[in-house]
């Protein structure tokens, strides 16, 4: 998937609508949001095989989040929102199942044993 500026935004406004969505409330002092943590872990797991260092050194250096964490910072973090990010992915994976469910599977022949 290529990235691009306006994907980024795209992606960071539908998570955060959601989270707004289900009234996910967080500490007021924070820097960088849970939505601006889910998208950095979006765009490394997309873009960046995983790496976040990679990430977070994009995100930072095109200036997508001013207030960027460290690694070490954004990976705890990270863990401490596992179970919103379950919850998130159940959320749009649902949404997803609703749009598609008029989508038919047809099974044109069985496997035969010999």
């Known amino acids: 998937m ?38 950095i872990a979006i765009v490394s797991s997309t873009s960046f095989y995983g790496n976040h260092s990679s990430a977070i050194q994009f995100m930072k250096q095109y200036g997508y989040i001013p207030n960027m964490l460290d690694k070490s910072r954004f990976n705890r973090r990270l863990h401490k929102i596992g179970n919103l990010l379950y919850e998130l992915f159940e959320i749009v994976s649902s949404y997803f199942k609703d749009f598609c469910c008029e989508m038919q599977y047809i099974i044109d022949s069985f496997p035969i044993a010999v």
């Open 2 to 39: 290529m990235l691009t500026k306006d994907k980024i935004i795209s992606i960071f406004c539908l998570i955060d609508d959601i989270l707004q969505g289900i009234d996910h409330k967080e500490d007021l002092r924070r820097r960088v949001s849970n939505s601006e943590t889910i998208v």
